[in-house]
């Protein structure tokens, strides 16, 4: 989606939660966004959302509400990325979540995630188990009962919570498979640490400078509008102070 699209859906699906959840007495307040951070799979760190291409399916946003009364945004750390899926369907109350029981550890959920979006590029948070074969030997890992114990048995198709299953029994296979996609095959012997330390610096230094391509567009973009919106309201404080009977005129005629 669009920034705008995300803000906008954003901003509905909280806003009910927010006003199902108000206490008695409190003012019933609209739920508005200011900013926003995206978890970043390279980075392994929250950054400043500054443009749609920083989105991907499955990814993690996190929103901030301009500075109220009756909550308070004091600078802090942001906590853990969740990684339970929610549906936008329906009430929020009722909204259904996808737990990944019994890994707490975020890198490995946000490891097990990418991996799990990588495979299913239709969307549908379940691959058939071919397809996870094939995906397992373009990246040169064995589909054998050695590597996937009785997984290597199974026909049809593995949900999302099997995959989950799955990368708490291996893994190994969910990290090498993660390093592969993005060409780092840290788990060969060839692969000294030095080397490895040398391309994941190479890669985090390429997208922190994607992300500061993102923030000038943004600013640029955004002095832009300003410009544009500063030159109407002249342009419609000129009209105003001119117009005979207009409060801005200065006295009144009879």
Known sequence: PTLSELIIAAEAHFDKEQRIRRPAGFADQAYKCQSAQVYDDVLLR????FSAAQLKNGGQVWLFQPESYQHSELPGSIPPAKYSPESWLGSPARARA?????IRDPVASEKLRSVFYNIDTAGARAVSYDALKDYFLKYDIPWTRAYV???YDRTGLMSYADWVSFAGLYPSVVDSLYYRYRGLYTDR???TSALVDAELAA???KR???IRGYY?????ERARLDAEYRARQAAVDAALAYRPYS????YMTY
Request: aromatic share 16%; glycine share 10%; hydrophobic share 25%.
């Open 46 to 49: 929250w950054v400043d959302l």
């Open 98 to 102: 996808v737990t990944e029981a019994g």
């Open 149 to 151: 114990g009785d997984y």
């Open 189 to 191: 012997p060839s692969y």
């Open 203 to 205: 890669s985090r230094a």
């Open 208 to 210: 922190e400078a994607e």
């Open 216 to 220: 000038s567009s943004y600013t640029a």
């Open 247 to 250: 409060p801005r005129y200065g």
